[in-house]
């Protein structure tokens, strides 16, 4: 009975021990992984705009994910397995030299085979779990892609060739990880080999000693026992290893990315900002978007470009696809630094500014309005949240959005989907106007997309942006000349460059490119010599 009861203790101990080891695992696996992914999103939130556009979305979402989980499935379970297994390993090792020392040097003799074939398998496996994360980022990307412009493919009849595109990237991870399952299953029975052959070198040169009388039969039969159980760790190692060197490629990915400078770095000592007059300069301003990998270096989007704007007036920026007018206007919210030059306001340069503190006195209205899900409050109130029922329903009947927002189901209360998909455009433009109305901007940022509006919506659109407008310096980005017509101060740039400057009907009197742009859009023939 004692002996039965003390067998009992023991299976109980080693069920507590292991229901605590999970525990432990678990929750420390978790833990760093939940801040891990903290860190991440945190980083994507700080890098500019030109990572995001030249990096495939794909390949960021593979990283907060696919990286993420190899990375879990060797913290919860590999490392607890490689720890006992190198325990176990060291103490049968100490037992086979204190047993009989030159049998152990045979068992030995196989290491250095196990070290190189364990060299080679590392070399090769990284390369495949490489190979198979870039591919699997690709698949995510294609994945993404065609999920956000279904309409489009549908529209163009697209389905088969977006299929076979899906199909071809996938049967390409699918060879990559085939690869990876290749060298796993050649690496495997390798370790098992090394252990038959040293038992069986074991067999001969312990038969030899025990027909000497140098060694027992015993002995020779025990340490064969514990050559299986030398091996049995070592195999176990080999399968952890696996799982290491997928965590390995997925660690580097990440560090990587966490290692990625913003191109908008923040001041050692910024200035804090309460208020702006509005006061903007460009100052010798030069620009060249950095390039994706291998594309080469990119043309200057900017190229000297010297320009004040007084507070309080309205600028139009005009000009063809390409030149340059969104480009300033990414400066001015300091989405990017200037390659040349600096952009000030009030006198200073954006570089020395507390970042945050200045975005908060800007307004910016993009040209394709995001909603995030929610509920149309929630939209207009997402650039101050603390802002009460009242503050919403003001800012919405300040850019004339009140009687819009009142004809939805449920008015403010109106669930928005993804993007804002269930709103017209006219509808999700009036919502970033009363959005960027409720900040109570200095600055107000434009893009303007009444190209997409039906007639009726583009002039409440227009009604809006000029009530929004007429209190700050406002600089748009003019796709309509109406626009710019409206605007205090017309600013038309050509190849990055400002090439005229001046009032709408001072334009037109001068005979140049905005004249030439204007008679193109009222339709009237060219004059000669225009």
Known sequence: WAASGLALVVVLAQWAAQIGETRMTGRTGERVLYSLRVKIFAQLQRLGLDYYERELTGRIMT???????ALSTFLQTGLVTALVSLLTFSGILVVLVV??????????STLPVLIAGTFFFRRQSVKAYELARERVSVVNGDLQESVAGLRIVQAFRRERDGIARFTGRSDGY??????GQWLISVYFPFVQLLASAAAAAVLIVGAGRVSEGTLTAGALVAYLLYIDLFFAPVQQLSQVFDGYQQATVSLRRIQELLREPTTTAIAEHPREVRELRGEILFDGVRFRYRPAEGDGAPEEALSGVDLRIPAGQTVAFVGETGAGKSTLVKLVARFYDPTEGAVLVDGTDLRELDLAGYRHRL??????????????????????????????EAAARAVGAHEMVASLSGGYLHEVSERGRNLSAGQRQLIALARAELVDPDILLLD?????LDLATESLVNQATDRLAGRRTTLVV??????AARADRVVVMDNG???EDGTHAELLAAEGHYARLWRTFAGEPATAGV
């Open 174 to 179: 699918r060879q990559a990880r085939v690869r």
């Open 63 to 69: 990283r907060m994910t696919t990286d993420v989980d």
């Open 99 to 108: 047993i009989d020392v030159e049998l152990a040097l045979v068992v030995f």
């Open 448 to 452: 303007e997309a009444t190209a997409a």
């Open 363 to 392: 307004g910016v209205v993009p040209q394709e309005s995001y909603l995030f899900p929610g509920t149309v409050r929630d939209a207009i109130a997402y650039g101050r949240p603390d802002a009460t029922d009242a503050e919403v």
């Open 497 to 499: 460059r400002v090439v």
């Open 478 to 483: 003019a796709h309509r000349l109406t626009t």
